[in-house]
């Protein structure tokens, strides 16, 4: 029974994504030059598979599959392509193509396919629209980058607030232009200002007579064009909104934004929490050529040289103990790691608080006092492990108790750091996943190697 449900959930698990044996067929096909068994290939994909595709293969066979069913894509596609290679995919398609496929795109899709391209490329898109999509998309690119102006959709259901569950329902059967998908009835006053709303389930549950304003959902709040995208994500998740109208500066409705979006947010959010943690750019891809992907880490590494020699240069003012005892070559590296792992620990979990409100003036000292003690308490630990070690391998009760020491003060050190730095950051205005990592990384390591060598100095000199 064990093994069949094991086989049962590996099946379950290859419906998701893309399976080797699909792409290696894809790939197959374009090869051999064969269209229509390409497209039958393809045709079953969801567009978001297919975009994944897009950007696992190489350049040479991106092309290739561009060539012999490029006139099949249709904007979802497009849609779910990474930014890397989106401006790549556009350029290979045929203008007719590409008017068709953006076509059937939301406005809130079609801001976002083009507004990181040239401006050659953006006025292609924008006059394959017909006018009343094209100005709505023209003024949804008038908000700020990365605001919920940019991530809204302009295709909003409303309904005065005056109405009938029955007129709202007849309202929307005749209606011919209603959104492939929505999740609220948003009311309005005359002055085209949201008042609430309420859900289609509410809605078709609702005797006809009955009027809107007595349904309205309790969740209604209003989001501003202004607001940041990574706000908006965060009232999403917290308030558990299913989507949220938007208002301009006078408080009228401009749109909505529905939960896909603002998890694609959330999503980015977090990818780019992590690139940032490891030092290689918040837009890395795995499509990225070499030059590309050399170019983004080689700031981060020379940053990382720069402290580096400043760590050796603490090493270098302790060069004569080392000298006259190789031992502490021998342990030095180990006082390091134990202080970078754990300070690592600490900013990882104190930068993903701070991305999620979770982390605030309110206990941001309580978590202080924790990291501190947990530091301290780890430091005790492994003092007594590492010290008893060192003290057996190199015959020394002195080095053991040295080494003890110095682990002691540079985990404390480690876990302070790895949340008052990020926090401080944040502070001043920095990302704290894009800077915290270099700081706590030299803080650790010349606190370790200086407690170390100059514990060691005076102790067993």
């Known amino acids: 029974m064990a093994e069949e449900r094991a086989e049962e959930i590996e099946r379950e698990e290859e419906d998701y994504g893309l399976d080797h044996e699909t792409v290696d067929a894809i790939l197959e096909a374009a090869e051999a030059g064969d269209a229509a068994r390409l497209a039958e290939r393809l045709e079953p994909l969801h567009p978001a598979d297919i975009a994944d595709l897009l ?115 007849d309202f929307l059967r005749r209606d011919d232009e209603l959104p492939d998908q929505f999740y609220h009835v948003v009311l309005v006053d005359p002055g085209h200002h949201p008042v609430g709303y309420v859900t289609l389930g509410k809605l078709l549950a609702t005797k006809r007579a009955v009027a809107l304003r007595e349904i309205c959902e309790d969740s209604f709040r209003t989001i501003s064009a202004r607001q940041e995208e990574s706000d908006v994500a965060y009232a999403f998740n917290q308030y558990h909104l299913i989507s949220a109208p938007v208002v301009d500066d006078d408080d009228r409705l401009v749109g909505v934004i529905t939960i896909d979006d603002a998890m694609a947010v959330l999503d980015d959010e977090h990818e780019e929490d992590i690139l940032r943690l490891a030092g290689v750019g918040d837009e890395s891809s795995i499509s990225d050529t070499v030059i590309e992907t050399a170019r983004q880490r080689l700031p981060w590494l020379a940053v990382n040289l720069a402290t580096a020699l400043m760590a050796a240069g603490v090493i270098n003012l302790f060069q004569g103990s080392i000298s006259h005892l190789v031992a502490l070559a021998v342990l030095m590296p180990i006082v390091a790691s134990m202080g970078g792992n ?78 008052v730095v990020p926090v401080a950051l944040e502070r001043l205005g920095v990302d704290p996943a894009l800077a915290s990592g270099t700081f706590v990384t030299t803080l650790t390591d010349m606190i370790g190697f200086f407690a170390f060598l100059g514990l060691a100095t005076v102790v067993l000199l």
């Open 55 to 169: 950007e696992q293969v190489s350049g040479a066979e991106r092309r290739e599959i561009l060539r012999l069913w490029g006139r099949e894509i249709d904007g979802e596609v497009l849609s779910e392509l990474d930014e890397s290679i989106r401006e790549e995919v556009i350029g290979a398609l045929p203008a007719d193509v590409l008017a068709e496929a953006v076509r059937e795109l939301d406005s809130d899709d079609v801001v976002d396919l083009i507004e990181d391209l040239e401006a050659p490329q953006q006025q292609e898109i924008l006059g394959a629209l017909d006018e009343s999509d094209r100005a709505a998309v023209e003024q949804s690119l008038t908000w700020p980058e990365y605001s919920a102006g940019r991530l809204m959709q302009r295709e909003v259901v409303t309904a005065p607030e005056h109405w009938t569950v029955g007129e709202t329902i």
């Open 342 to 419: 754990a300070g690592t620990q600490t900013l990882t979990v104190a930068v993903r608080a701070l991305a999620t409100k979770n982390l605030t003036d309110s206990n941001v000292w309580r978590v202080i006092r924790r990291e501190a003690l947990v530091g301290a308490i780890n430091g005790l630990i492994f003092a007594l492990v590492l010290g008893t070690v060192a003290a057996l391998w190199f015959s020394m009760a002195e080095l053991g108790l040295v080494i003890a020491a110095a682990i002691i003060i540079n985990l404390m050190v480690a876990a302070l750091g790895g949340i």
